[in-house]
């Protein structure tokens, strides 16, 4: 997350994806990281179990999140 804020505080557009477990935690840190608007993607928790083919639907739920912080940034 802090990464992701950074990159947006220099110009660069970002775009940071989490999983529903560690939302909480990612609304904390953008308001350590100086941007509690900050928005982000969220997936469905668990990714570190997941089969190739598991991952794929993940990302695939990510994917349209992910293009609307990029294209849509206020």
Excluded: C, W
């Excluded at 994806?17 to 509690?36: C, D, H, L, Q, S």
């Amino acid at each position: 997350m802090l990464d992701g804020i950074e990159l947006e505080k220099m110009g660069i557009p970002a775009a940071v994806i989490f999983t529903e477990e560690f939302v909480p935690t990612a609304r904390a840190m953008a308001e350590i990281g100086g941007i509690p608007s900050y928005n982000f993607a969220v997936v469905p928790h668990p990714i570190g179990s997941l089969t190739q083919e598991d991952l794929m639907e993940r990302a695939k739920l990510a994917a349209p999140q992910v293009m609307e912080l990029l294209l849509n940034r206020k």
